[in-house]
């Protein structure tokens, strides 16, 4: 079962903060996390955690990899995630605010 570790999560909403793209914060995720276990998987669990959206918002993920050869390019994932994360904005701006 893979255990997700919070301050990842962190990262992740601070990146999205300020305005980083989904693809390059899924890069920086692989090098955090070094995922044993399926790679889009362990992607997509990140960030549902982090953004509190539906394994459906997060589907662009299984059809991109970081070397550029899946069927969606950089900025085709930018453009489905970015659009989720930012509707989830006022939820997870909530938990970046929240003290620790």
Known sequence: MLE???EILTDLREMAS???????MLRELLLLAAP????????SWYL????GLELHQTNAIFGWTEVGSGELDDAQLD???GRHIQA????????QAAPS
Request: hydrophobic content about 50%.
């Open 18 to 24: 300020r305005g980083i793209a989904p693809s390059q």
């Open 48 to 51: 549902m955690n982090a953004f």
């Open 79 to 81: 453009y489905f995630l």
């Open 88 to 95: 989830a904005a006022p939820q997870w701006m909530t938990f």
């Open 4 to 6: 997700v570790q919070p």
């Open 36 to 43: 044993e276990e399926p790679r889009s998987v362990v992607l």
